[in-house]
């Protein structure tokens, strides 16, 4: 009797073990490849050495062979005399030891005389500075068990041993078809609607990594006979089958219903987040992964399921991820009954490493190239208290995370041209850039979750920008302010001005529609007091409520057409060609803890940011003054 489970939520134990069992006894075929091709191919068979290594007696040093017996009792008062040609033959590393001779003085302690002869002042011993037969390996001896990856040691090892050839487990062939009618090939540029079809890409680069051979099919439409004859093809032709997107239960999406009549579905739905609506079942005999077409969703997807079945298809045990201990920098809230992966950057501060929870939707790519683990929340918890320590699944080497500077605070573009040409002159360093709004960052900064902070926080009061905030919020706080930039901030709009907006009243104009930063952000602080100073109720703003968190995704909203005006940078109009209203100028600067500034990764960001280099590159992004980038302008 055939079991469908139709969009529900099953844990992710009992997910697994429903799909993987129907496979646990399937091994990928073996096949014979030359040792040179075996890297990173995994055993099928052990392999035995066929020739002991060395295969004969070798010096292992330059100097002459001997008998040992016959340089018993030589010393510094009684030396030796051997006859070369005769008691000492001259040989080099690696020559097999001459016969009647058993051991090996190195020329170092050799004294040569013009009669013929060396003379030496200390006996050796029998088979001294000589590698037996066999030293290494033995002939039949076990040099790689099956089911082992081989390395490139192993490889050596394994022609050592007089062995040229060596049996392993076939590469699986993974079938990978892209659905999707709004799907257009990487290099077009989609129109409205249209979608760069870049999930097979990673799909395939992560088969590869884990031992499989990809076969990637042509982008499929949402037509159910066409999905179904792909299906039923690629079922045919490889061994394990993904079926990318339409594994939800919209009107388009096929793939539960193409992969139950070509054979079974065993789990629709599994608790977790993202990753929810994936599809797990068989078609002739072969695996089928319905994969969600959201890329933070369909990785996911890919490491839960389709990663242990290639491990159990190679003859390999589980690999366990690597995980670290962090200190957790942001409460993350979750939903109960729902296993979550939070993806999170990760830096060391103060003696800790500190994980920084990053925006969770299942569609940002950015997001899973930005990460640097993943914290899983369990289903049976609501979340997780800023402070905790927490568990994270690396995804990047631990060494590289240790040499990251973290950042947390204000958004602004220079921070990129930062973080590129510090691996470009410091390849050591990673600078990780969390846009939290400058009060934010200046939080973080005091629980000790950063390094750095970007700061452009204006006093009302005095005028003064940054000074103030630190004095609240460091007090007692050993920290100093460092100026990146003067920069110009503007009402941003599209090309031609079509609402005609020209100072901040005409945001109170009904047709007009505003796009807000979020709470905390200097920018948004900078608008407040404006609004007051000038007299301007909030509430008469239509958007004033709708909030970004840099000025990009602002001026983003203006170009999609969703505002018809945000507040910003002038690098960030530019970026998305957009109209620049000029407002204000404002100081932005770097808050850094004393503590800091020796610290070898934040020495060689102040080194960038007064490189010509960087001034060149922030010049060319316009709106910029870097007349006292790099001075401290204030110290506690």
Not at 111 to 118: D, F, L, N, R, S
Not at 497 to 524: C, H, M, Y
Not at 561 to 580: H, T
């Amino acid at each position: 009797m055939k079991r469908k489970v139709y969009l529900e939520e099953i844990p992710l134990e009992d997910a697994q073990r429903e799909f993987l069992q129907h496979f646990s006894n399937q091994l990928s075929p073996a096949e014979t490849i030359p040792v040179p091709a075996g890297a990173g191919r995994v055993t099928a068979k052990p392999v035995f050495a066929c020739l002991s290594a060395p295969h004969y007696h070798a010096s292992a040093m330059d100097g002459v062979a001997v008998m040992a017996e016959k340089t018993f009792g030589a010393s510094e008062t009684s030396p030796i005399k051997l006859v070369l040609g005769e008691d000492a033959l001259w040989v080099d590393t690696g020559d097999p030891l001459p016969p009647g001779t058993n051991a090996v003085i190195m020329v170092e302690d050799l004294h040569e005389i013009p009669t013929g002869e060396v003379e030496i002042i200390a006996a050796v011993s029998p088979w001294e500075n000589v590698r037996l037969l066999g030293e290494d390996m033995v002939q039949t001896e076990l040099i790689i068990p099956a089911n082992h990856r081989l390395r490139p040691v192993d490889l050596g090892a394994i022609l050592a041993g007089g062995v040229t050839e060596v049996t392993v487990h076939r590469r699986p062939q993974v079938a990978i078809i892209p659905t999707g009618s709004e799907l257009v090939a990487p290099g077009m540029v989609p129109s409205p609607g249209q979608i760069i079809e870049f999930n097979s890409t990673m799909f395939a680069a992560e088969v590869r990594e884990w031992g499989g051979q990809a076969v990637v099919f042509p982008i499929t439409p949402d037509d159910y006979s066409q999905i179904k004859a792909q299906t039923a093809l690629a079922a045919q032709a490889a061994d394990i089958v993904l079926l990318g997107a339409g594994s939800s239960a919209g009107s388009e999406d096929y793939s539960s219903r193409v992969i139950a009549e070509l054979g079974e579905v065993f789990v629709h739905g599994v608790a977790t987040r993202p990753g929810k609506p994936v599809i797990l079942g068989q078609v002739e005999g072969k695996p089928v992964i319905g994969v969600p077409g959201y890329p933070g969703s369909a990785l996911l997807a890919l490491e839960l399921y389709l990663k242990p079945l290639l491990e159990g298809f190679l003859g390999l045990g589980p690999q366990e991820p690597y995980q670290v201990t962090a200190c957790l920098a942001r409460t993350v809230a979750s939903r109960l009954g729902m296993d979550e992966f939070v993806r999170v950057k990760l830096g060391p501060v103060g003696g800790q490493l500190v994980a920084t929870p990053l925006p969770r939707g299942a569609a940002l790519t950015t997001t899973m190239v930005r990460a640097d683990g993943i914290v899983v929340v369990p289903r049976s918890s609501e979340g997780i208290q800023a402070g905790k320590e927490v568990q994270v699944r690396l995804l990047r080497p631990e060494s590289e995370i240790r040499n990251t500077v973290v950042a947390i605070g204000s958004h602004d573009l220079t921070l990129d041209i930062i973080a590129n040409l510090l691996r470009e002159k410091y390849p050591k360093y990673t600078l990780s850039s969390a846009h939290m709004g400058s009060l934010g960052g200046l939080l973080a900064l005091r629980r000790g979750e950063c390094h750095l902070s970007g700061t452009h926080l204006l006093d009302p009061k005095t005028g003064e920008y940054n000074v103030t905030y630190l004095e609240r919020y460091l007090s007692g706080q050993r920290v100093c302010l460092i100026n990146l930039a003067y920069r110009q901030q503007g009402l941003m709009v599209l090309p031609g001005n079509p609402k005609g907006i020209s100072k901040l009243a005409d945001l109170t104009r009904p047709e007009v529609t505003f796009i807000n930063r979020q709470r905390g952000a200097g920018t948004r602080v900078l608008l407040d007091w404006a609004l007051k100073e000038e007299g301007i109720d909030p509430t008469d703003i239509k958007g004033y409520s709708r909030e970004e968190y840099t000025h990009t995704t602002v001026a983003a909203a203006v170009k999609s057409g969703a505002a018809d005006v945000g507040l910003g940078v002038l690098s960030a109009a530019r970026a998305l060609e957009l109209e620049f209203i000029p407002w204000r100028a404002e100081r932005y600067d770097l808050a850094i803890m004393a503590d800091y500034l020796e610290h070898p990764g934040v020495k060689a960001i102040l080194d960038v940011i007064q490189s010509q280099e960087f001034k060149d590159q922030v010049e060319a992004l316009g709106g910029y003054d870097l007349s006292d980038c790099g001075q401290v302008m204030w110290e506690s």
